[in-house]
């Protein structure tokens, strides 16, 4: 099995500042095979980004994915109110794992 | 626009078996090119993937779920179904369903979540 490992645990930053997320997974994983999701407190969890790098319908500019093999990352360019949840990125390999998530918090 | 919306009891006692029904609207499970999965998240935790199915009925599970896990498609009542056998505590958790893209396996369209809690 794959394991996703994110960093940092929590991120602390202010509206207006710009985000990375990391994404470390213990084998390599085809770029196709990577998205990342938001999940908001109390709702469900919502494609962001797949394929590495390719954006969800209706998912801002503002987010962008890059990365290969094993090193992936979640870029959020201009941090909005709404943006501060968390995120988990999720592989394809053998079996479908998630990372264990990055929380992203208002300083 | 697809819509999910998983249904079933809240309260399960232990070693019976918790059942939960996924709806789909918007869109036929039987449309090509997606499959469609069972996911959970403990309280507190992060999310796990339970299994998914295709449309013709053949499933495949996470190796650490296999043994207690079936999922089941009706494509007459555009659902699909989860039955987790002889649960404890640990299966305590909010269960999702969720559309799969069948070529490169995220999930795109999500349930709400239903709050499966397993208790005498």
């Known amino acids: 099995e794959i394991v996703l490992t994110q960093s940092p645990g929590t991120l602390s930053l202010s509206p207006g500042e710009r985000a990375t997320l990391s994404c470390r997974a213990s084998q390599s994983v085809p770029s196709s095979y990577l998205a990342w999701y938001q999940q908001r407190l109390g709702q469900a969890p919502r494609l962001l980004i797949y394929?590495?790098?390719s954006r969800a319908t209706g998912i801002p500019d503002r987010f962008s994915g890059s990365g290969s093999e094993t090193d992936f990352t979640l870029t959020i360019s201009r941090l909005e109110p709404e943006d501060f949840a968390v995120y988990y990125c999720?592989?394809?390999?053998?079996?479908?794992?998630f990372g264990q998530g990055t929380r992203l918090e208002i300083k | 626009q697809v819509q999910l919306q998983e249904s079933g009891p809240g309260l399960v006692k232990p070693s019976e078996t918790l059942s939960l029904t996924c709806a789909v609207s918007?869109?036929?499970?039987?449309?090509?090119?997606?499959?469609w999965s069972w996911l959970r998240q403990h309280p507190g935790q992060g999310l796990e993937w339970i299994g998914y199915i295709y449309s013709s009925g053949s499933a495949f599970y996470n190796p650490s779920l296999k043994r207690l896990v079936k999922i089941s498609v009706d494509t007459s009542k555009n659902h699909f179904s989860l039955r987790v056998n002889s649960v404890t505590a640990a299966d305590t958790a909010v269960y999702y369903c969720?559309?799969?893209?069948?070529?490169?396996?995220?999930?795109?369209?999500w349930g709400q979540g239903t709050l499966v809690t397993v208790s005498s």
């Open positions: 999720q592989q394809y390999g053998r079996s479908l794992t």
């Open positions: 969720a559309r799969t893209d069948g070529n490169y396996y995220h999930f795109d369209y």
């Open positions: 918007g869109g036929s499970i039987s449309g090509g090119g997606f499959l």
């Open positions: 394929g590495t790098s």
